[in-house]
């Protein structure tokens, strides 16, 4: 049998396995970058402060990476970084496997099987 130690892997869990931060790799995977301000557009029902917070665990956890455009005024936009994507392609299995077991498919539903912008 084999043995798998989560220790490691607990602060990244504690992130991914939030609502929000699933949905955001699910948008920017769907559609490559995206600003702030798009995102929470889309992601309805979310606050400026929560959608803040999630993007800089993402950050800090490096699924996500923050590129700050040199306009005026600045804008940032982010998008998945090589270890996002690596996730949201673990994460399609899981999600099948959900779906076959009776949840509930809602038409809104942002997880597309495949996507434009994969590395």
Not at 10 to 18: R, S, V
């Amino acid at each position: 049998m084999e043995e798998v130690c989560f220790c490691p892997l607990y602060g990244l869990l504690d992130i991914i396995a939030k609502k929000w931060a699933l949905l955001i790799i699910a948008i920017l995977g769907n559609e490559g970058e995206k600003g702030f301000n798009e995102l929470q557009r889309e992601l309805k029902g979310i606050s400026p402060k929560t959608l803040s917070k999630t993007l800089k665990e993402l950050e800090q956890y490096g699924l996500i990476e923050r590129k700050v455009l040199s306009t005026s005024p600045p804008r940032v936009k982010y998008s998945l970084s090589s270890d996002g994507w690596e996730l949201r392609r673990h994460l399609i299995p899981l999600l099948k496997w959900v779906s076959e077991k009776g949840a509930k498919k809602a038409p809104w539903c942002p997880i597309k099987l495949s996507a434009k912008h994969e590395i």
